[in-house]
T-cell receptor
């Protein structure tokens, strides 16, 4: 079955710096990759996604890149703000359901 | 508010007991998914229902069962509870059988003592 790895598990950045989280997946048939943000006490919230026919997608300060050959995709957050502090999960659509990475705890230090 | 409603928010119960978690999907969504989130396991898919029928099964224990009712709300039943069942249980919904982007509820925190 599909396996999704995510690195790093924790990440601390200074406010205003960029943050990058990387995920790798194992099944080349996977074709959709969303990213979720989970704040304390809340459920995961979809923040950006990418399909396999696209190499990059941007939404304001957030971008996702996909390398299908290498089977990895990354989340890029620029000009980080304290409210970006949360746990971020990547996921891969495997069959009809998602396989999630283990999560990255991002801390943005003022 | 995501539109997916889960009750109760918190639940504390003893080992060996049985509990029922409830989920109301976002208006118009026909699929409901249940996930377990524990510290050492991340988000684990349990089961999916679509329009009242079981659609997919993940790592769901035999002690756990679920159903989706005609009004599309879903219940997850956990029985013979063990300490290791303590976790956050999330429900998510989507419009179809596969949707590009779930909407998650805020979860039920289950503590088994």
């Amino acid at each position: 079955g599909e396996n999704v790895e995510q690195h790093p598990s924790t990440l601390s950045v200074q406010e205003g710096d960029s943050a990058v989280i990387k995920c790798t997946y194992s099944d080349s048939a996977s074709n959709y990759f969303p990213w979720y943000k989970q704040e304390l006490g809340k459920g995961p919230q979809l923040i950006i996604d990418i399909r396999s026919n696209v190499g990059e997608k941007k939404d304001q300060r957030i971008a996702v890149t996909l390398n299908k050959t290498a089977k990895h995709f990354s989340l890029h957050i620029t000009e980080t703000q304290p409210e970006d502090s949360a746990v971020y999960f990547c996921a891969s659509l495997y069959g009809q359901n998602f396989v999630f990475g283990p999560g990255t705890r991002l801390s943005v230090l003022p | 508010d995501s539109g997916v409603t889960q009750t109760p928010k918190h639940l504390i119960t003893a080992t060996g007991q049985r509990v029922t978690l409830r989920c109301s999907p976002r208006s118009g969504d026909l699929s409901v998914y249940w996930y377990q989130q524990s510290l050492d396991q991340g988000l684990q898919f349990l089961i999916q229902y679509y329009n009242g029928e079981e659609r997919a099964k993940g790592n769901i224990l035999e002690r756990f069962s679920a159903q989706q009712f005609p009004d599309l709300h879903s219940e997850l039943n956990l029985s013979s509870l063990e300490l290791g069942d303590s976790a956050l249980y999330f429900c998510a919904s989507s419009a179809g059988t596969v949707n590009y982007g779930y909407t998650f509820g805020s979860g039920t925190r289950l503590t088994v003592v």
